[in-house]
């Protein structure tokens, strides 16, 4: 039978079932084959809290979400064309992220009467009219999957487990996504345990073949190869891209790596992937509280070593008066915070930019240090570069912001050529004279890096003001705004190091600046693309830096009639660019845990500018 | 990181021959700093003992670091003329923990005080004992919170009367050498601010010990505690009251009038040696099992009763930064040194012509 094969330029598929179903993996795999394709893409992963949430229930639904392109495309997407859904819980929690029109793709196994009642649900909700406007497809994945399974000789339990790698088959047949990139990575994941391999292996196959020959499925959907520059590609998460980048800062520097953390979700990631990399020289500490990770971090910042700290916002408040010992210390420090959703515990898989005031603010005394921060999941491994960078130049701690969103979702990535990378001189601290002063300063306010075993450079730091110079301990009053104003000084005169902000206006007449930070840049791009395609004139320019703000910014805010700063918050960035600049910038504030969807900030460019 | 410490570097200014340690003396250790501690606090004793002790070791002042908290003992760090890190409040062993691992040829000390050390960094000194990190950790303990001025502390005793416990404290207090002994510390010891020779032998002890030391030190605070040790620290009553403990010898003191032995339900408990069997007076083990330590570390309920001074408990187990660094040989002969071209094209990539 030959089936129609429908051209699409972007798809939006998503996968929802249990925490237990391996929906993450599914989301993963399908991703990687995508990726291989030469498709665009861009991913939200979007689980519980819970490990094991009570199965059956909305509370343990685990979805992934994906936006594949033949043309470049800068979010996961608003609306799912395509729901995969495993459970009637999955179809319940997510139904209303699906386009009207969609496809939605159900475990027919699984919509039991009970297991509809578990949902929510008072009837079934693929009899009652519930998805009347959708094309429904009821497959019973776990049945097949058992029965391809069969003559594995694993048992049923076992065999049923394998019925998201039949999801995986299904839809890579419906997206014509290559199967060798899936049963390769199983070969290598199960190698050793031969009849798992065989029943995921047998079951990935089951649901591909069910796609082709089935009558269910009338055509299936093409998406073409999206045109990407000359080079190699690989898909990146943010989390790792931020460990690589961390061991590439690492390897420029010539500085031994050393990552004191201490496990807390999202930032748990990067402790699992650099402890892997120990091939590379890299130091790993899991320390017993967040506050012994920053000291021991700090401790192996004076030993004269790339000294990382990672965490989550309630990570930073307890490491708030190590990181103000290390900006007093001059020493450098990285901390980073994967921002995640609301104060307190709050919500701890979903994504928020809410810590960009902690991060320039939360310490006490005047404690003046460097932001960076990373829009995209590959951007990670220039930002940890970066931050790696001032850290050692300016001999301060900085914090490195990334969050929840970016540090799970993916995207295709150019591969950097290492000799690429800028390099970081360390410039330790040698003799050169009886009178070493701990505290003299470079032409850009550093002070020197003088490291434990060093001969002739003997010296003692601590929390306590030091005399400008010597480093002694001072309480001297004109000292301490000497010092004060000189620490200032120092993260101030950052601004003349670092690119100025971009403005992208290709009118140069636009009556609304777009201005955003972090992982808003997805959204921002696409809907400022889509708003430009219906005549608006819309400009934009994303800072990378938060403090110091590069050297133009309060030029681009005052260049145009209005300016809009979206953000995953209560308008942070547009508190301090009110404060700084005095210009009226207006916010867009979305806290529900999820990106901005790309119509809502159109709708709001929209409304400023007819306003 | 190596090019900057080898052995016997030359240096302008150094003042010292390089790579000739022999010639090391008290001044070597003494930095410009006035300190500044009360007249009369033992932290000047134990200061003195510390600065005329390191020359023993051998070991330059530039490849030595002390590392302090916040309170009187915090200030130590910068009457030595060595590296020094002055830390927040109870994060000293944290601190020395990354220093330590990081370079594993620094002589790292934490100098701690019962406030520092047990109250509000009670959690870095459990940890770092666990983990056996090579760092000597001296907690002066006098019993009392200093430098904010008289409030009770953690080894305080129950109904002590302080401004912040005006009608006694209903704290019960640590037992620091059972604490150690209580979370594996590999050396456990206890001495005395204004007790030289004893201080420096247990000084010497602890510097051979490969991980973690942990020495508590009475500590006289003649302002806000005075006379918390006068029966150990007293001439003419610590001759009667202190009991010395040495390996292998049975555990007699009062010029052997009265020793230590196995009462009912196998306790310990003083007796007369004139009326004890010579057999069931304890012989100490510093080297076994913590059972014994951990049982004379109970002898007596603080120091205003008969006390062990000396080394508790001293055994040997894996040291965590040389078990770091042989991980990452391990690694590194396993799968051959990292390249990180090769670590950014690892997986599934594809190439655009």
Same mark, same amino acid.
């Given at each position: ?23 993450q ?184 073949? $069910? ?38 800062? /690492? ?28 091939n ?5 500490i ?16 004076f ?18 008066e190590?990181?103000?010992l ?10 980073v ?20 005031l +902690? ?9 003046? &240090?460097p932001?960076?921060s990373? /829009? ?24 490195? +912001? /990334? ?5 799970n ?12 990378l ?31 075993g ?17 480093g002694?301990?001072?309480y ?24 100025? +902000? ?21 959204t ?37 009639p ?33 990106p ?16 | ?11 302008? !200014? ?12 008290k ?19 134990? &200061? ?74 009670g ?50 207090? $640590? ?17 005395m ?24 030190i ?20 610590g ?16 010029? !052997? ?44 309920? !603080? ?24 991980? &990452? ?6 799968? !051959? ?17």
């Amino acid at each position: 039978m030959t089936k129609g094969v429908q051209e699409r330029e972007r798809i939006v598929v998503r996968f929802a079932g249990d925490s237990g179903d391996g929906m993450q993996l599914t989301g993963d795999r399908f991703t990687s084959a995508t990726a291989v394709l030469g498709n665009d893409l861009a991913t939200l992963p979007d689980f519980p809290a819970e490990i094991r949430a009570p199965a059956g229930t909305v509370h343990g639904v685990s979805a992934f979400q994906i936006q594949f392109a033949s043309r470049d495309i800068t979010t996961p997407g608003d609306h799912a064309d395509v729901l995969v859904a495993m459970n009637p819980a999955a179809l319940k929690a997510d139904l209303e992220t699906v386009a009207k029109g969609g496809v939605l793709v159900l475990n027919e196994d699984s919509f039991t009467q009970r297991n509809i009642e578990k949902a929510g649900y008072t009837t079934d909700p693929t009899q009652d009219g519930t998805l009347d406007g959708y094309q429904v497809f009821k497959v019973p994945m776990t049945s097949i999957t058992v029965r391809a399974t069969e003559d594995i000789g694993i048992g049923k339990k076992e065999a049923e487990r394998a019925k998201n790698m039949f999801a995986l088959g299904l839809v890579s047949w419906m997206f014509g996504r290559p199967t060798e990139t899936t049963i390769n990575w199983l070969e290598k994941k199960f190698g050793s345990r031969q009849e798992i391999l065989d029943a995921n292996v047998a079951a990935f196959k089951a649901g591909y073949n $069910f796609g082709e020959t089935t009558e269910l499925f009338a055509e299936s959907y093409k998406v073409d190869a999206a045109p990407q520059e000359p080079g190699t590609y690989r898909n990146i998460a943010g989390a790792t891209a931020l460990a690589w980048g961390l061991i590439a800062a /690492s390897e420029r520097s010539g500085l031994p790596l050393f990552y004191a953390s201490y496990p807390i979700t999202p930032a748990s990631e990067l402790l699992h992937e650099l402890s892997r990399h120990k091939n590379f020289g890299v130091i790993t500490i899991q320390a017993e509280d967040e506050i012994a990770a920053a000291n021991i971090a700090l401790g192996a910042a004076f030993s004269g070593q790339l000294a990382v700290t990672g965490t989550s916002g309630p990570g930073v408040d307890l490491k708030a008066e190590t990181i103000g010992l290390a900006v007093i210390m001059e020493l450098p420090l990285i901390v980073v915070d994967v921002q995640r959703a609301g104060p307190s515990t709050g919500m701890p898989t979903k994504t928020e930019q809410a810590d960009l005031l +902690l991060a320039m603010y939360g310490r006490h005394g005047e404690s003046p &240090l460097p932001i960076v921060s990373a /829009s995209t999941p590959a951007e990670c491994f220039t930002a940890a570069i970066e931050a790696a960078r001032i850290a050692v130049r300016y001999r301060t701690p900085v914090i490195l +912001l /990334s969050d929840t969103f970016i540090a799970n979702s993916s995207e295709p990535w150019s591969i950097p050529d290492v000799e690429s990378l800028p390099e970081i001189d360390p410039a330790f601290a040698t003799p050169n004279g009886p009178d070493f002063l701990p505290y003299s300063r470079d032409e850009r306010l550093a002070r020197p890096w003088a490291i434990p075993g060093t001969p002739g450079l003997v010296h003692r730091i601590g929390g306590l003001e030091r005399q400008d110079g010597t480093g002694n301990i001072s309480y001297d009053a004109a000292n301490h705004e000497l010092m004060t104003r000189l620490r200032q000084a120092k993260i101030d005169g950052i601004a003349d190091d670092i690119p100025r +902000l971009d403005v992208d206006d290709p009118t140069d007449d636009a009556q609304l600046l777009v201005l955003g930070w972090g992982s808003s840049l997805g959204t921002i791009t696409a809907a400022v693309a889509r708003a430009r395609s219906e005549g608006r004139k819309v400009a934009t320019a994303h800072l990378r830096h938060l403090n110091p703000f590069p050297a133009n910014t309060g030029e681009v805010v005052r260049a145009y009639p209005k300016v809009l700063v979206p953000e995953m918050n209560m308008g942070q960035l547009a508190a301090l660019l009110r404060a700084r600049y005095l210009v009226d910038v207006q916010s867009y504030s979305k806290v529900q845990g999820v990106p901005i969807f790309t119509e809502e900030l159109e709708h709001e460019i929209t409304r400023l500018l007819d306003e | 990181m190596s090019d900057v410490m080898q052995d016997g570097e030359a240096t302008p !200014g150094d003042g010292t021959i390089p790579g000739d340690t022999s010639t090391l003396t008290k001044k070597d250790f003494t930095s410009d700093q006035e300190p500044r501690w009360c007249p009369g606090c033992g932290d000047y004793a134990i &200061l003195s003992s510390v600065q005329g002790f390191m020359p023993e070791l051998g070991i330059e002042p530039h490849k030595t670091v002390f590392v302090s908290g916040i309170g009187c003992s915090g200030r130590f760090t910068y009457y030595m003329d060595t590296y020094g890190m002055h830390g927040i409040h109870g994060r000293a062993p944290a601190l020395a923990t990354g220093i330590a691992v990081a370079n594993p040829e620094l002589s790292v000390w934490v100098v701690t005080g019962d406030g520092d050390g047990l109250s509000i960094g009670g959690n870095h000194l459990i940890h770092a004992l666990r983990r056996n990190v090579d760092i000597k950790i001296l907690l002066f303990n006098n019993q009392i919170y200093g430098l904010t001025k008289g409030q009770y502390s953690p080894t305080s005793e129950e109904g002590k009367v302080t401004k912040s416990t005006p009608f006694g404290s209903v704290d019960h207090p $640590f037992n620091p050498i059972a604490l150690a002994l209580g979370v594996e510390a590999t050396f456990v010891a206890r001495t005395m601010d204004n007790d030289r020779q004893h201080l420096t032998e247990v000084l010497r002890r602890a510097a051979q010990h490969k991980g973690t030391a942990f020495i508590e030190i009475y500590q006289n605070c003649n302002v806000f505690n005075d006379g918390a040790f006068d029966l150990l620290r007293d001439k003419a009553q610590g001759k009667h009251n202190q009991i010395r403990l040495e390996d292998g010898q049975p555990i007699v003191f009062d010029d !052997g009038e009265r020793c230590v032995r196995v009462g009912e339900n196998g306790r310990y408990e003083i007796a007369l040696t004139s009326e004890t069997s010579p057999e069931s007076i304890v012989v100490h083990d510093a080297h076994g099992r913590p059972s014994l330590p951990f049982a004379l570390a109970h002898l007596s309920k !603080g120091p205003d009763e008969p006390s062990c001074i000396g080394v508790f408990h001293e055994v040997e187990r894996p040291v965590y930064g040389q078990a770091i660094q042989h991980q &990452l040989q391990a690694a590194t002969e396993r799968l !051959g040194a990292g390249d990180l071209g090769k670590l950014l094209r690892s997986g599934d990539t594809w190439t655009v012509e």
